[in-house]
């Protein structure tokens, strides 16, 4: 059985998880307003993410992304008409096709990542005194182990 404060910190922890999520919420459309890639859907950014890790077929790609070839295969086709992905034969079977970012695509990639963390970096070095950069840096170790359980 719960006891009496039990209530209190359920609420208050309820309270601090929706607070958490809206404020990584708006930390992420502040990074992407910073650095616009372009008008890709969701599925698409992750699939370009995964391959910029590694390239690979679109069975590779679908069962990464727990999604079925098929729908990868649309979202492959809408990259490689965007000209952000491009297919080479898969040498051990010609039959298949590994997909990977084009060059441009992945300078794009870099060039975002860089301007996020230069717009973060300078807002954290201008709004935060050293000691709040300190707690800052606690924060986001905890931050890191919530996302690692």
């Given at each position: 059985m719960?006891?009496?404060?039990?209530?209190?910190?359920?609420?208050?922890?309820?309270?601090?998880?929706g607070?958490?999520?809206r404020?990584?919420?708006?930390l992420?459309?502040?990074l992407?307003?910073?650095?616009?890639?372009g008008?890709?859907?969701?599925?698409?950014?992750?699939?370009m993410?995964?391959l910029?890790k590694?390239?690979a077929?679109?069975t590779q790609?679908?069962?990464?992304?727990?999604?079925?070839?098929?729908?990868?295969?649309?979202?492959?086709?809408?990259?490689?008409?965007?000209?952000?992905?491009?297919?080479e034969?898969?040498?051990?079977?010609?039959?298949?096709?590994?997909?990977?970012?084009?060059?441009?695509?992945?300078?794009?990639?870099v060039?975002a990542?860089?301007?996020?963390?230069?717009?973060?970096?300078?807002?954290?070095?201008?709004?935060?005194?050293?000691?709040?950069?300190a707690?800052l840096?606690?924060?986001?170790?905890?931050?890191?182990?919530?996302?690692e359980?």
């Amino acid at each position: 059985m719960s006891e009496p404060g039990d209530n209190q910190q359920d609420a208050e922890l309820i309270e601090l998880a929706g607070h958490l999520r809206r404020l990584l919420w708006q930390l992420k459309r502040r990074l992407r307003e910073q650095a616009d890639l372009g008008d890709f859907t969701p599925s698409q950014m992750m699939a370009m993410i995964a391959l910029e890790k590694q390239p690979a077929t679109v069975t590779q790609l679908a069962d990464r992304q727990g999604v079925r070839p098929q729908s990868m295969g649309s979202t492959i086709s809408a990259l490689e008409a965007a000209g952000v992905v491009v297919g080479e034969p898969d040498p051990a079977d010609g039959r298949k096709t590994i997909w990977s970012l084009t060059e441009a695509a992945r300078n794009r990639f870099v060039t975002a990542r860089l301007v996020r963390s230069d717009w973060l970096a300078g807002t954290i070095s201008r709004e935060l005194d050293r000691e709040e950069q300190a707690q800052l840096k606690d924060a986001v170790a905890l931050l890191q182990k919530l996302v690692e359980s």
